[in-house]
Structure formats: structure tokens, C-alpha cells
Nanobody, 121 residues
Framework: QVQLVESGGGLVQAGGSLRLSCAAS????????MDWYRQAPGKQREFVAQ???????NYADSVKGRFTISRDNTKNTVYLQMNSLKPEDTAVYYC???????????????WGQGTQVTVSS
């Protein structure tokens, strides 16, 4: 079994900051890319940020310069530091990771359960 568990969501005023965490656990052999996505009410899930196994990063244009993704490979954890938050950042934030299990050769995508971020104006 592999699980991704997010934490750190909450309610914040516009201009404030939050730090999301996502920890992967279980019978993990290795983790490739780790990503954050978000889904606002009535909208499709959208890409936010990605970090590769060797710390290469990519960001959606809407969050560049405000959000920073990082990871700790010793803890199988990915973080999303969100600064200068705007009301339009309000969404459920989901963690995603491509993981190879100890008992498998293939790499599979896994998703967390999501954490709510609400930014008030």
C-alpha cells in the first residue's frame, strides 16, 4: 500500500501565506515527479507546480513568483510554500506523485485526498 497525505490547508486573508505538505508512505521503492494540482468549485483540476526527482521545477503561470515547490527525499515529502495569496487561489489542493512500489516494477500515479485552501478578500 502507498498513501499520500496532505496537510497545511486552511483559511487565510489575501496577501497571506500557507505551506502545504504531502507525505508519501508505504512500501515505496522510489518516487519520481511530485506535483501539486488544485480544483476550485465548478472548475476542472489544474496543474500548479511540479518538482522532479532531481529538484527541477515547473510552475503554472498563475502562481509563478508566488509559490515555491520543494521536496525532502529522505522524508518522501513534497512542500508547497504559497505567498501573496489571492482569493482566486481558493481551491482544494491535491498532491500527486509517480511512485514505484517495492513489490512492483512499474511506476504508478498516486493522489492524496486533498486539502482545502480558502483565501478571503
Amino acid at each position: 500500500q502507498v498513501q499520500l497525505v496532505e496537510s497545511g490547508g486552511g483559511l487565510v486573508q489575501a496577501g497571506g501565506s500557507l505551506r502545504l505538505s504531502c507525505a508519501a508512505s508505504g512500501n515505496i521503492f522510489g518516487i519520481n515527479d511530485m506535483d501539486w494540482y488544485r480544483q476550485a468549485p465548478g472548475k476542472q483540476r489544474e496543474f500548479v507546480a511540479q518538482i522532479t526527482r532531481f529538484a527541477g521545477t515547473n510552475y503554472a503561470d498563475s502562481v509563478k513568483g508566488r509559490f515555491t515547490i520543494s521536496r525532502d527525499n529522505t522524508k518522501n515529502t513534497v512542500y508547497l510554500q504559497m505567498n501573496s495569496l489571492k482569493p482566486e487561489d481558493t481551491a482544494v489542493y491535491y498532491c500527486h506523485a509517480d511512485i514505484r512500489r517495492l513489490d512492483e516494477y512499474s511506476i504508478r500515479p498516486y493522489w492524496g485526498q486533498g486539502t482545502q485552501v480558502t483565501v478571503s478578500s
